[in-house]
């Protein structure tokens, strides 16, 4: 498809466990973003990539969170040790990467933690 | 501490009213954008304003930047209830910088 595409679109995991949310961005955008969404909220930004490396890790919340893009396309975010405090929309996006352009949305992973 | 203020959090209203919503930030953004964000869905721009004072109109929405680029404001006139939805301004602080924060947002209810 044209969008971002994120999958699971939902996502049950016990505490403790570990999850990985899948990020398939726009064919050639260099730009991909990681935000968090907690119910009624706006989303609250976790890391940005420019390609392969992370450019802004700056809003992950603690070292349990990880996110890498190892081809500069699809991108992972993996949390281990869940905490039922991780339970929300992890929205990404993608964008061409030229100064102030745009995010494109995807639908996001709604994760709940129990 | 939110770096981008939303006023007000929540509002309904009946179809054909005006309304404005606001976004408010002690910073400097190099550029502003409104998003509108369904249920279930990633939000979508509306708009980017990138100059001190500029206004935009998208048919019954107008967005205006503040001259100091501090603030931004979304006016809705005529309301129906397609506008339901949460509204989102999100902006950059440094010049061509990739960080996008956003605000809270105003979950706007538009009733027929």
């Known amino acids: 498809g044209a969008g971002v595409s994120q999958t699971p679109s939902n996502k049950v995991t016990e505490k403790g466990k570990y999850v990985e949310l899948r990020c398939d961005p726009i064919?050639?955008?260099?730009?991909l973003y990681w935000y968090r969404q907690s119910l009624g909220q706006g989303p609250e930004f976790l890391i940005y990539f420019q390609g392969t490396g992370a450019a802004d890790d700056s809003g992950l919340p603690n070292d349990r969170f990880f996110a890498v893009r190892p081809e500069g396309s699809v991108s992972t975010l993996k949390i281990q040790r869940t905490e039922r405090g991780d339970s929300a929309v992890y929205l990404c996006?993608?964008?061409?990467?030229?100064?102030?352009?745009?995010?494109?949305f995807g639908n996001g992973t709604r994760l709940t933690v129990t | 501490t939110q770096l981008l203020e939303q006023s007000p959090q929540f509002l309904s209203i009946q179809e054909g009213e005006n309304l404005t919503v606001y976004c408010n930030s002690s910073s400097v953004f190099s550029s502003l954008q409104w998003y509108r964000q369904e249920p279930g869905e990633g939000p979508v721009l509306l708009v980017t304003v990138v100059t001190g004072g500029e206004v935009k109109k998208l048919k019954r929405l107008t967005f205006q930047f503040g001259d100091a680029r501090k603030d931004s404001s979304l006016h809705i006139t005529a309301a129906q209830p397609g506008d339901t939805g949460l509204y989102l301004c999100a902006g950059r602080v440094i010049q061509g910088a990739q960080k996008l924060v956003f605000g809270q947002g105003t979950r706007l209810t538009i009733n027929p």
């Open positions: 064919s050639g955008h260099t730009a």
């Open positions: 996006a993608s964008s061409p990467g030229t100064g102030g352009s745009p995010l494109h």
